[in-house]
Structure formats: structure tokens, C-alpha cells
């Protein structure tokens, strides 16, 4: 695979869902590399049946179409590429406003946090493998929220959210170019999709991801569907699902929500 393959960018003014859109087009047969931008979604969607919102031209909203070499156990690997390499950009242009404040880190599985820990993205990954036609691998589309320039303070979010998420334009102090932070994610994405095809690549993006979470060494609670329990974030494995240390020994998390918790609980 050619370093970058991120060159097919379909622009959306409005659309429901970006990951809808390149859903739709992975079952028409579009091939790895696709990238949708909208400027307003009207039916954003966020993990767990959540919903994504922003207001139209404040934030990147972008979706990615990956056919990853990937098997069941290791396709979380997919959102980690995408998160690393939003987290390259920020760092490569310098959006977060760098110095003092510290740097942006990983909250496991996939969001993007500022060094206060509020959430600065969020990364949702669809996969459809019903629609694998022969001579290419099943679609996975991963699509990313990163809140740009809304909100621009604190007042702009709806009252459940402030003091949860934040903008790199609160962390810069002034606004940020949109369409540099995506040149600077669609390049930085290259690199980081061609490690999905070596043993070596994977263990270096399990390990980028483990150097940027946030969660390690974080008492947390695990939301499972069939229940909850609690314990200490202690490590990321080489498929970059997370380990969790409980009173009744290491639990491994692959899909999840997990919250951080203060010691008391
Ligand atoms: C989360 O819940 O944290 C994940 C949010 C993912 C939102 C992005 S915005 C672009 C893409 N299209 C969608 O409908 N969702 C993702």
C-alpha cells in the first residue's frame, strides 16, 4: 500500500452521517481510502447508540473508509490509528496551542482528552462484515469528531456537558485552521493505516497507544452490557484492548465504556 491512500475526499455541507455515507458506499464496493467531510451532521452518531452533535462549521467531522488486514481481536487497532493520528496532528500544527498546558492524551478505547482530561474527540468505528465481495477485505469505517472551534467557552456547551468537553480552540486561546488539522490527520493517517500490515507495525501502534493513555494507573469502572465492575487501569495489550486489575485478578476489556473514578469511588 502506497504511504498515503487518503486522496479521495468527498465533501458533505450537510449530511446525516459521514459513517452512514462510506457504509453505504463500502457495500457499493468503494475501496480503502475513501474520506468524507461534513460540515453539519443532522444524525451524527457517537458510540454506545449515542448521538454526535456541533454546530455546522465549527468542528472535523470526518469519516474514513479502512479495508484493514485486520483479524475479529485486533480490528480496535483501527480506531487506535485513527486517534493516534489525530493526536500527530494536533501535535504537527500545533492546534492545542502546545507549552504549559500539557499534552493531549488518550482516554481508552478512542477519545481524545486535554491534559485536564476533558474530551476533545471522539472516535466511532463501524464495521460491515456482510459486505465482503471477493478480492477485498471487509469494510471498516472509523469516523472522528474533533471539536475544533465549538465550544469556543465553556458557556456554549449544553449544561451536561460543561466541565466534560472542551475545543483545542479553548486550549489554543484562539481559533483553529480546520483545514490544516485535517491535511495534517488525512497525512499523518498514512503511516499509521500501512503498520496494520506488519507484526512490528501493530505492536508499535499498541505501543504509541499505550505511551498516550491517560487511563493507565486510573482506578476506572467498566460499563459492560451485562454489568459493571471496577478496579485499576494497569496496562494496553499488543490488539490494544485494556487490562484492568481487580481484586479478583487482571480482566481484559476489548469493547467497553469506561469511566475514571476518583479512588473513592
Ligand atoms: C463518540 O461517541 O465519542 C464517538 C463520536 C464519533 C463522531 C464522528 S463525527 C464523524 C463521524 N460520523 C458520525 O456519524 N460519527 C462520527
Known amino acids: 500500500m502506497p504511504e498515503t491512500v487518503f486522496t479521495d475526499v468527498r465533501r458533505f455541507e450537510t449530511i446525516d452521517s459521514t459513517n452512514r455515507y462510506l457504509l453505504d458506499e463500502a457495500r457499493t464496493g468503494a475501496p480503502e481510502g475513501v474520506v468524507a467531510v461534513a460540515d453539519h451532521q443532522t444524525a451524527g452518531r457517537g458510540r454506545l447508540g449515542r448521538s ?82 471477493p478480492g477485498s ?63 512490528a507495525g501493530k505492536v508499535q501502534l499498541a505501543g504509541d497507544l499505550r505511551s498516550a493513555c491517560t487511563t493507565l494507573g486510573t482506578p476506572v469502572r467498566v460499563d459492560l452490557p451485562d454489568g459493571s465492575f471496577t478496579g485499576t487501569a494497569v496496562s494496553v495489550t499488543d490488539d490494544g484492548h485494556l487490562v484492568v486489575g481487580t481484586d479478583g485478578g487482571p480482566r481484559t476489556v476489548v469493547a467497553g465504556d469506561v469511566v475514571h473514578v476518583r479512588p473513592d469511588g
Open 52 to 133: 454526535w452533535e456541533a454546530p455546522a462549521g465549527a468542528n472535523l467531522l470526518i469519516s474514513v473508509l479502512l479495508r484493514p488486514p485486520l483479524g475479529h481481536g485486533q480490528r480496535h487497532l483501527a480506531t487506535t490509528a485513527v486517534a493516534l493520528a489525530a493526536m500527530d496532528a494536533i501535535s504537527t500544527t500545533g492546534a492545542s496551542g502546545g507549552g504549559a498546558s500539557g499534552r493531549v492524551g488518550i482516554k481508552w478505547p478512542n477519545d481524545l482528552v486535554a491534559p485536564d482530561g476533558r474530551k476533545l474527540a471522539g472516535v466511532l468505528a463501524e464495521a460491515d462484515l456482510t459486505s465482503v465481495t
Open 137 to 199: 477485505r471487509a469494510p471498516v469505517v472509523v469516523g472522528i469528531g474533533i471539536n475544533v472551534n465549538w465550544p469556543a467557552v465553556d458557556e456554549d456547551l449544553p449544561p451536561e456537558l460543561r466541565g466534560v468537553a472542551t475545543s483545542l480552540r479553548q486550549l489554543a486561546g484562539v481559533p483553529v485552521d480546520r483545514e490544516a488539522l485535517l491535511a495534517a490527520l488525512l497525512t499523518a493517517l498514512g503511516p499509521r493505516v500501512a503498520s496494520f500490515a506488519t507484526e
